[in-house]
């Protein structure tokens, strides 16, 4: 007898007690996962600072004092960053030495500016620009650097968490990916100089991060098919929770060591999930251990108040020897697929060749606006932690307009759609003058919730429109390609030296051309899933469509 899974979780019930309970426990290091990735954003955030005056400044002085134009030169009304006026008339200052408030401009050379050495920051905030002193333009990458280390991390981490999956189970992989990143984010939090701190950055998410993934493919493989949907977005609405606490938190402590260790120390809590969380049933049943997957199984029907039927229970029976044998001769076959092979497949068909390139370029640009709108929303709006902070709210209602719109108006017209209006408010943006802050948080907002639906659209997009042959694996090279634009993200704050809105003009030329280019995208609503290449190329034609 074969065990149909899909109807044994029908029986089970698609989204019971059971699930409940262990999304909640799957749900905790999915909510510190966006506190992980996303923590670079606070712990190497930039600061307002000046040139510390030794001639005039006190211990008690003020960020911004009444003499400060005499010493420094502004810029509208900021004080520059990196230069001050030399200094003259020195007799006449030491017969004032006693007398600092006193800064008159006859002390300073006001058409001679030098290099400052010393800095004053304002506020009480400590990141590691003010902890070793990475200020002004020759340090200035230092910063961005940080968090391209990390996505990085995660191009390598991800793969890497895939194997150990697929290897070792989803439970195992995401009790060991929480604790190497516990591990080395504590370790990042007691990091004596900026290179260790950037090596903890990079080897937090390289080991790390696949605790999203194995956590979220957990989640889904313990539901039946009509609750993935359900299950999909608890998911994602635990992640942006994660962001918001991040903003909340980072306002509150104001220190990045104390930040890290908050956020990091509470993770260890998930290796108990070895015995409280159960594994996924199919991979259980993929490994042949079916008695495991029996045990999973009653063990739900149990909690969800239900009791499995006879023939439920024989199937088990009857399929605890021969299983092991087919599924591993199944992963043997699947193993036997060289990357050349698959190669080979897709560079023979034109249609899924340039469907792999204009996939992969849309997923680059989503993640590119995506991240670089939660790095440059600290830097719109008067406070940067509450800029931080409604810009991950407006996640939540992103999410129920994709569920709304994909299976109403369809997958391509939502995804352009979304990119577009994305699009034309990072440009609108742009041309708001700055005393409207107002008008820019609020297209800021949109920009951010259009991308929010666009990258939710994007993962289901991509398996549909790929075989199932060949599913995983380009799913794989489109998301690893998008990676790309999570690692120049962070960069793109160094170009608001040259033109202050170029960061946001950049979003938006990229969002409004990837939009137009989803036109050519195949329409996948109500189409059954592609099993073979021929099928997939069939896909969107009047005489290849087939109802699911």
Known sequence: MDLDLDKILDEVGHFGKFQAINYLLVGFPILLSAMFALSYIFTAGDLDYRCRIPECDTDSSSFRPNWLQNAVPFEESTP???????????????????????????????????KCYDWMYDGEETTILNEWGLTCEENEWKLAMVGSVNNIGQFIGYPLAGFFSDRFGRRTALVVTCIAAGVMGVARSFAWSYESFLVFEFLDPALGSGMYTAGFILGMELVGPRARVLGGTVISVFYTFGEVILGVVAWWLLNWRYLLRVFYIPIFFCFSYLWLLPESVRWLLTMGKIEEARNTIIKAAKRNGVKLSEETLNKFEMNSLCEHKSFHDVSDEEEEKSAKEILKQVMRSKILLLRVVNCSFCWATITFVFFGLSLTSVSVGGNKFTSFTLAALIELPAYAVFFFTMDRFGRKATLCVSLVVSGISCISFAFVPTDMEWMQMLLFLAGKFSITISFTVVYVYTAEMFPTELRHSLLGVCAMVGRIGSMIAPQTPLLERYLESLPLLLFGGMSIASGLLSLYFPETLNMKLPDTVEEAEQIGRKNGRRRR
């Open 80 to 114: 520059s960053r990196c230069l001050r006026f030399e200094l003259q008339n020195v007799s006449s200052f030491h017969s004032r030495s006693n007398e600092r408030s006193n800064c008159t401009s006859e002390m300073f050379n006001q058409q001679r500016t030098i």
